[in-house]
């Protein structure tokens, strides 16, 4: 089985946004810079020396820049697969619609110690990412 790894959530105030989740449970929230596309990593459970989680089963998300763009504000899963290439030859076989990532329409994203990742359209119109982790 392909697990799923982190979760994404749009936000329009990334202070406000880390405010409320630090305040509420706990979490620590990270702002990175703009060569990250001002992401705000929410860590959800304690990680080891890699950023990987210690507790099986629990993830990991971030909040991602609000943009008045119809199917583009919804939060979405992230899917950890061994192959990416594979896995979205797969979704458009059962009927999905590769969208692509941060950088372009069908692009392949490349996040710097982290991997290779994509988002795509489920048979249902869901958003859904797939990532490809460094190893």
């Given amino acids: 089985m392909n697990p799923v790894v982190h979760f994404e959530m749009p936000s329009k105030d ?23 596309g001002n992401y705000l990593i929410a860590q959800t459970t304690e990680t080891d020396e890699n950023n990987m989680v210690k507790t099986p089963g629990a993830i990991n998300g971030g ?28 979704v458009e076989d059962a009927g999905g619609k590769i969208i692509g990532g941060v950088t372009g329409p069908g692009k392949i ?27």
């Fill in 14 to 36: 990334k202070k406000r946004t880390a405010d409320f989740y630090s305040k509420v449970f706990g979490w620590q929230m990270n702002q990175l810079g703009p060569e990250m």
């Fill in 109 to 135: 994203d490349d996040i710097p110690g982290v991997g290779r990742y994509i988002s795509f359209e489920d048979s249902e119109g869901n958003h859904v990412g797939m990532l490809q982790p460094t190893s």
């Fill in 63 to 90: 909040f991602f820049e609000y943009k008045d763009e119809s199917g583009f504000n919804i939060p979405h899963l992230v899917i950890s697969v061994d192959n990416l290439e594979e896995s979205m030859k797969m």
